[in-house]
């Protein structure tokens, strides 16, 4: 989507981050939500609670983690927005 350079950016940032010995323990799993598609948001993460297991979502803005606000109440799963704007 619109944010894909940021998210790129953030995985190599994130993908840096893992090459630390403090980061062993740490498993990431990265998903396209397609930034500002609804329907890839919601599949986007109820992949990521229901088949991947994971423990937490970082999503790239405000926006986008907006369609996933219920299924993350539900499944009990923390999301952080990474970045925002007052746009």
Known sequence: GDLAPF???FRRGIELAL???QASNLQIVF???????RAAIV???????DQDGVVGIVYMS???V???ISIL???QVPG?????SNE
């Open 7 to 9: 998210g790129e950016g």
């Open 19 to 21: 090459t630390k010995p």
């Open 31 to 37: 998903e396209d939500d397609k930034s500002e598609n």
């Open 43 to 49: 599949t986007a993460t109820q992949k990521l609670i």
């Open 62 to 64: 405000v926006h986008t």
């Open 66 to 68: 907006a369609p996933a």
């Open 73 to 75: 109440n539900r499944k």
């Open 80 to 84: 952080l927005v990474a970045w925002d």
